[in-house]
């Protein structure tokens, strides 16, 4: 993913695919090559409308199966600079499909494998949540793994 930032736009681009999220829309433009269906997240970070705040955990349902563990950043560790590598071990289950990652209670990205990076993260305490949705892009199960870590 390769981002950047300029007033209220935020450009990235994942595998062939530009992404520019303009006052909390979304907009895509296919670059030639770029794949259909849910491809372009595989182990990629995708930009979320700012206002997606962290459903509460009543809204979970059944974990079926799926499970995910955060194993970078470890808990307490403190990281320098503004991105984070992101690793996890991730069981779909029966229904499972990508991992939404939350920072703060905000939508930070969504990742169909197990590692990304989390950009553009002010110094400070921050709560990493990571939870297993399915392919509808808004249940999410009832497997869960959460840390804090700290970035100057």
């Known amino acids: 993913m390769v981002n950047s930032q300029v007033g209220n736009f935020r450009v990235g681009i994942v595998t062939g695919m530009a992404i520019v999220v303009v006052v909390g829309a979304i907009f895509t433009a296919a670059a030639a090559g770029a794949q259909g269906g849910h491809g372009h997240m595989k182990g990629k970070e995708m930009p979320m409308k700012n206002s997606e ?26 990281i320098k600079g503004n991105a984070v590598a992101l690793e996890f071990q991730m069981n779909k289950g029966k229904v499972g499909e ?3 990652a939350y920072v703060d209670g905000e939508m930070a990205g969504m990742f169909k494998g197990t ?36 970035t100057k």
């Open 53 to 78: 705040k962290l459903p509460p955990r009543s809204t979970l349902k059944p974990a079926q199966g799926a499970s995910v563990k955060i194993t970078s950043p470890k808990p307490g560790q403190v």
């Open 98 to 100: 990508h991992i939404h």
């Open 115 to 150: 590692k990304g990076t989390l950009n553009g993260l002010k110094p400070g305490q921050h709560t990493l949540e990571l939870r297993i949705a399915t392919s509808d892009h808004k249940t999410e199960l009832d497997a869960t793994d959460e840390i804090t870590f700290t």
